[in-house]
């Protein structure tokens, strides 16, 4: 990146930010003068764009974020490609939370600079990078065929050109008490949510004797994105976000029977604690369940190993299931995980491409298994010997990816999906009805659309 352009993007942010004087809350202090946060945040990141100019012309430019053991893994794996291919990669590190990595790409692209050549991108983020015209067609370039159809389908080809492959897969699972299923005589795991409760209120019932903290089932009802995926998934296939004529609904029936039921695990059954809809969240879930303190939990697969490892008080009891289905539905897992993609505006595509390729071949996605317990997103790893030995829910987790489906793959999703976490939360509240609190998710959501002349 040009100095001149570094110049243009600092002063553009500067502007805007300056405009938009924060609350006090929202402020820091820094060499006596008054901030806001966003303002500190916005300027880190523009100093990380400016300082990651290449020192090689024709290197790659690579940005993912994580937690430290994985960008170590990313750096061996760069070291491998510039052995093998000659190309050298120089790996910008983004920060771990989701959101602060989604606007530290956000920035170079909105300006069109050439870095970072190649990027991960959540999956909520795909439709709002292609829409944008972010991302450099793929389609013809690279073999889909090892790869979940349905994911290649319905999240990476947009507006017919695949944009991105899947590089992680991720999705909801039901984790259970093998061993407290056995002593109340419960033969496997349920199959639906009306056998969820009614066993969760029998094992609660047995476990509360001795353990008065003991809950049924544990999931994530905070006011997040982990709210609205596990709606989808007691909504089942049927359910979720309604599309009809270019509009988004979910005051659909089946929405508010699910919506109910959630309401009712926390306020009838009494089988989820009331602290569901103000501090679950994925971790808070986790570690309830690994305390020994609740028969299900609903989370992503990342809990598995931590559930496995030693000092947890469920190691070895612990099942793992797809999550239930409402009646007459099918189970439907919320798709989760990252995918790669090449910037449009990369000056070395070429270069990009190859370093795509070489991280969702056969056996690079085998590393991110075998040493990060990443689950791949190739589907022809979901019955590699070597794979299943290390980590055998993956026989699972493949039928549940082949099902899953994904959040709107849609420019504006992240506006609609603030508006539903909302809105559902309300409801778990008990501050409104699920009716009027999904009716009034929907008008909300009609004026959104409308201002981006939509519907």
Not at 100 to 126: C, E, T, Y
Not at 182 to 199: C, F, H, K, N, Y
Request: with cysteine; glycine share 8%; proline share 6%.
């Amino acid at each position: 990146m040009t100095l001149p352009v570094a110049q243009k993007l600092f002063l553009s942010a500067w502007s805007t930010l300056l405009s938009d004087s924060g609350s006090p809350s929202t402020r820091v202090w820094v060499r006596d003068q008054v901030w806001p946060t966003r303002v500190v945040g916005i300027l880190f990141v523009l100093f990380l764009v400016v300082g990651c100019t290449r020192t090689d012309s024709r290197s790659v430019v690579f940005a993912v974020g994580g937690a430290p053991v994985e960008l170590i893994f990313w750096q061996n794996l760069i070291g491998d490609f510039e052995s093998e291919s000659g190309i050298s990669v120089e790996m910008v590190r983004r920060p771990t939370d989701s959101s602060q990595q989604r606007q530290s790409l956000l920035i170079p692209l909105k300006a069109g600079l050439s870095d970072p050549d190649v990027f991960l991108m959540d999956v909520a983020w795909v439709g709002l990078f292609a829409a944008a015209g972010w991302l450099e067609p793929l389609g013809g370039k690279v073999e889909v065929s090892p790869f979940f159809p349905n994911v290649v389908n319905e999240v990476d080809t947009v507006g017919g050109q695949l944009v991105a492959l899947p590089v992680y897969m991720d999705g909801g699972l039901l984790f259970y008490r093998k061993d407290l299923l056995r002593e109340a005589g419960i033969a496997r795991p349920p199959g639906t949510w009306e056998d969820l409760v009614s066993s969760a209120v029998k094992v609660q019932r047995r476990q509360r004797i001795d353990n008065p903290n003991f809950f049924g089932f544990v999931w994530t009802g905070s006011q997040y994105e982990g709210l609205v995926t596990v709606f989808m998934e007691f909504a089942g296939s049927t359910g979720g976000f309604v599309r009809t004529s270019g509009k988004i609904r979910l005051a659909s029936p089946g929405n508010i029977q699910a919506l109910t039921l959630m309401c009712d695990l926390i306020w009838r059954e009494k089988i989820s604690p009331p602290s569901t809809y103000t501090t679950m969240k994925e971790e808070e879930v986790r570690r309830y369940f690994q305390a020994g303190d609740a028969l299900y939990e609903r989370n992503w697969p990342y809990a598995w190993a931590l559930h496995q490892a030693e000092g947890s008080m469920v190691k070895g009891s612990t099942g793992v299931a797809p999550v239930p289905a409402p009646r007459g539905s099918r189970s439907v897992s919320t798709l989760g995980g990252f995918h790669i993609g090449v910037s449009r505006y990369s000056d070395v595509k070429a270069e990009a491409l190859a370093f795509v390729k070489f991280v969702t071949r056969y056996e690079s996605q085998k590393r991110l298994v075998l040493n990060l317990g990443w689950n791949p997103g190739r589907q022809d790893l979901y019955e590699d010997p070597a794979v299943l030995a290390v980590a055998p829910h993956l026989r699972t987790l493949r039928e549940v990816f082949q099902k899953a489906r994904p959040r709107p793959v849609v420019p504006y999703y992240t506006q609609i999906s603030e508006i539903v976490q909302r809105h559902l939360n309300r409801a778990l509240a008990n501050e409104v009805s699920p009716e009027a609190a999904l009716a009034d998710a929907d008008r909300e959501i009609a004026g959104l659309l409308a201002r981006y002349e939509l519907n």
